[in-house]
């Protein structure tokens, strides 16, 4: 795509809250993009929360972490860039060994990812033995082989309920495992120590137990049920919409909860006056860019500074010096690709 059609496209999404020399810069980086895309033979996967003038100017999909995974899977791409965080890279390395895997900045954190281990499952594995494990895929590498299957938030239950057991653990987000077992009728222990092997297991002695992590996404556990309140008394028409990593009592409290993609669908196909979106908010900008015709609410002072790190800047420099390489040790990746294909193989599928 040459410099005048990207232009067009994006001030036809953005003209309204972006200046045009913005525009026009943003489109040049955008050509240069499309270009070495060619001469290296790059796919482009933009997540969901990428800033508006890249999620809707060089990505080949776009899509949650499910869809990502998908796309990543199916490529016969040499290069997948991945404008994301590090976990999301991490899982297409998993799925394409041969493959260069490239995150376009050199951190790419998130809070879920980094509030657990490896040594911490295997404690858990060795204080809870013979009970599954089921990792929410915003975690490493090598905690995603210790684990039996992985899940997003389009499918935990589906992963959950795949597994037929009387009790799980569910890591590492508190929140969303406390969403997914309301759902699934299990009762919620986050232990804040861990029994001895062998010891009796607190809380385990009624049926149908989730055991869960104390991770938080910062982000989402900064929506309260008071800003739900104080939004529906200022507008009581508005649809809200909450992601699963929100605290139980906010998501029960909305009118619809899901993934990132779930979300996007939802608001597309509501006719309701206007919207609010309990979730990173660029994605509302990207809603907006695309359906002008909604009206978007704002409660924009959380925003993860990890997706942000992505801009298209970075995406062309990624690609102009291949960097940066995500690698998994090979011992580590196909332990963790058993718990990737698992929850592949559970579904749902993308069209
Ligand atoms: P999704 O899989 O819903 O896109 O969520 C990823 C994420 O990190 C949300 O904070
Ligand atoms: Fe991680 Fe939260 Fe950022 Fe998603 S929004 S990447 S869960 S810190």
Same mark, same amino acid.
């Given at each position: 795509?040459?410099?005048?059609?990207?232009?067009?496209?994006?001030?036809?999404?953005?003209?309204?809250?972006?200046?045009? *020399?913005?525009? /026009?810069?943003?489109?040049?980086? %955008? !050509? =240069?993009?499309? +270009?070495?895309?060619?001469?290296?033979?790059? @796919?482009?996967?933009?997540?969901?929360?990428?800033?508006?003038?890249?999620?809707?100017?060089?990505?080949?999909?776009? *899509?949650?972490? /499910?869809?990502?995974?998908?796309? %990543? !899977? =199916?490529?016969? +791409?040499?290069?997948?860039?991945?404008?994301? @965080?590090?976990?999301?890279?991490?899982?297409?390395?998993?799925?394409?060994?041969?493959?260069?895997?490239?995150?376009?900045?050199?951190?790419?954190?998130?809070?879920?990812?980094?509030?657990?281990?490896?040594?911490?499952?295997?404690?858990?594995?060795?204080?809870?033995?013979?009970?599954?494990?089921?990792?929410?895929?915003?975690?490493?590498?090598?905690?995603?082989?210790?684990?039996?299957?992985?899940?997003?938030?389009?499918?935990?239950?589906?992963?959950?309920?795949?597994?037929?057991?009387?009790?799980?653990?569910?890591?590492?987000?508190?929140?969303?495992?406390?969403?997914?077992?309301?759902?699934?009728?299990?009762?919620?222990?986050?232990?804040?120590?861990?029994?001895?092997?062998?010891?009796?297991?607190?809380?385990?002695?009624?049926?149908?137990?989730?055991?869960?992590?104390?991770?938080?996404?910062?982000?989402?556990?900064?929506?309260?049920?008071?800003?739900?309140?104080?939004?529906?008394?200022?507008?009581?028409?508005?649809?809200?919409?909450?992601?699963?990593?929100?605290?139980?009592?906010?998501?029960?409290?909305?009118?619809?909860?899901?993934?990132?993609?779930?979300?996007?669908?939802?608001?597309?196909?509501?006719?309701?006056?206007?919207?609010?979106?309990?979730?990173?908010?660029?994605?509302?900008?990207?809603?907006?860019?695309?359906?002008?015709?909604?009206?978007?609410?704002?409660?924009?002072?959380?925003?993860?500074?990890?997706?942000?790190?992505?801009?298209?800047?970075?995406?062309?420099?990624?690609?102009?010096?291949?960097?940066?390489?995500?690698?998994?040790?090979?011992?580590?990746?196909?332990?963790?690709?058993?718990?990737?294909?698992?929850?592949?193989?559970?579904?749902?599928?993308?069209?």
């Amino acid at each position: 795509m040459q410099v005048e059609e990207i232009y067009l496209n994006l001030r036809d999404k953005l003209g309204d809250v972006m200046p045009e *020399g913005e525009i /026009l810069l943003k489109a040049e980086v %955008a !050509a =240069e993009i499309q +270009k070495l895309k060619v001469e290296r033979d790059a @796919v482009i996967l933009g997540h969901n929360y990428m800033e508006p003038a890249l999620f809707h100017s060089v990505p080949d999909f776009q *899509g949650d972490s /499910l869809e990502l995974s998908r796309r %990543a !899977a =199916e490529t016969d +791409k040499s290069v997948i860039v991945f404008c994301g @965080v590090r976990f999301m890279a991490e899982t297409a390395k998993i799925l394409n060994p041969s493959k260069t895997v490239l995150l376009p900045t050199e951190k790419g954190g998130c809070s879920l990812a980094e509030s657990i281990t490896a040594a911490d499952v295997r404690a858990l594995r060795a204080a809870y033995p013979g009970v599954p494990i089921v990792t929410y895929i915003n975690t490493y590498a090598d905690v995603k082989a210790e684990c039996d299957i992985c899940c997003t938030s389009s499918n935990a239950v589906a992963v959950v309920e795949s597994l037929k057991s009387d009790t799980v653990i569910f890591l590492p987000d508190e929140y969303l495992a406390r969403n997914v077992a309301r759902e699934t009728g299990l009762h919620v222990i986050v232990p804040s120590v861990l029994p001895k092997p062998g010891a009796p297991r607190p809380g385990t002695d009624v049926e149908h137990v989730m055991v869960a992590w104390k991770g938080r996404c910062e982000v989402h556990e900064l929506f309260t049920t008071e800003d739900i309140d104080s939004v529906r008394k200022q507008f009581p028409d508005v649809m809200i919409l909450a992601h699963p990593e929100c605290s139980p009592e906010v998501v029960a409290k909305a009118d619809f909860s899901g993934s990132t993609t779930a979300m996007i669908k939802a608001v597309e196909k509501s006719n309701a006056k206007r919207y609010l979106l309990l979730t990173e908010c660029s994605m509302g900008d990207n809603i907006v860019a695309a359906n002008p015709e909604k009206e978007m609410l704002r409660l924009c002072s959380h925003r993860c500074p990890h997706m942000h790190e992505i801009t298209l800047e970075q995406t062309r420099d990624s690609l102009r010096y291949m960097r940066w390489v995500i690698d998994v040790p090979e011992e580590i990746r196909v332990r963790a690709l058993k718990s990737v294909e698992r929850m592949l193989a559970v579904g749902p599928k993308i069209d």
